[in-house]
């Protein structure tokens, strides 16, 4: 029977911090599943999937612990089960427009009021080449409730383009990708 691990750490960055992890999980009986992992401000910050025998999660727990000496800062969580996504469509959005402080939230809002859950996000800023100002860039990978039409998702997501004043592009993995 295997356990599920999801973990994140942070820590300064410096190479070997991946090694350091991957090491310290196979050598504990782990497997790494799946990760995200960037550079921020400086420092290493990632969230990892590990899968491993349920006899060996208190050793693997201990070992990544011990990692805490090392400078990193982990957390640790059981993993649940994941959903089987019954009752949802998946759909991907581009989001692209003039950053403001708070449009993350105001994106994310918008989504939760409408009960669209974000399964990723990915989202930076530039320096804009004519404005001068940043530019905030987004893809977002949601799933939206099978009681909404895409029709009434592209909708509503017009509504918010319009109040933000940025582009999203729509697409509901099924061939139709919409730029509203």
Not at 39 to 59: D, H, S, T
Not at 103 to 124: G, P, T
Not at 133 to 162: M, T, W
Request: with cysteine; glycine share 12%.
């Amino acid at each position: 029977m295997k356990s599920t691990l999801v973990l994140s750490v942070i820590g300064p960055d410096r190479p070997g911090i991946v090694d350091d992890l991957s090491s310290v999980i196979i050598d504990n009986g782990g497997n790494w599943l799946e990760s995200r992992m960037c550079n921020l401000a400086g420092q290493f910050a990632g969230i990892l999937q590990v899968e491993c025998p349920v006899g060996r999660k208190a050793g693997l727990i201990t070992a990544l612990n011990a990692l805490e000496g090392a400078g990193f800062k982990i957390q640790l969580a059981s993993g649940g089960n994941d959903e089987d996504g019954l009752g949802r469509a998946n759909i991907e959005l581009e989001i692209t427009g003039p950053d403001h402080p708070g449009i993350v939230h105001d994106i994310s809002h918008f989504l939760a009021q409408r009960n669209i859950s974000i399964a990723d996000m990915d989202s930076h800023c530039e320096e804009g080449a004519m404005s001068g100002g940043y530019v905030f860039h987004s893809r977002i990978s949601a799933s939206i409730p099978n009681s909404q039409s895409i029709n009434e998702v592209e909708d509503a997501l017009d509504n918010l383009a319009d109040a933000l004043n940025v582009d999203i592009t729509l697409d509901d993995l099924k061939g139709r990708r919409t730029r509203i």
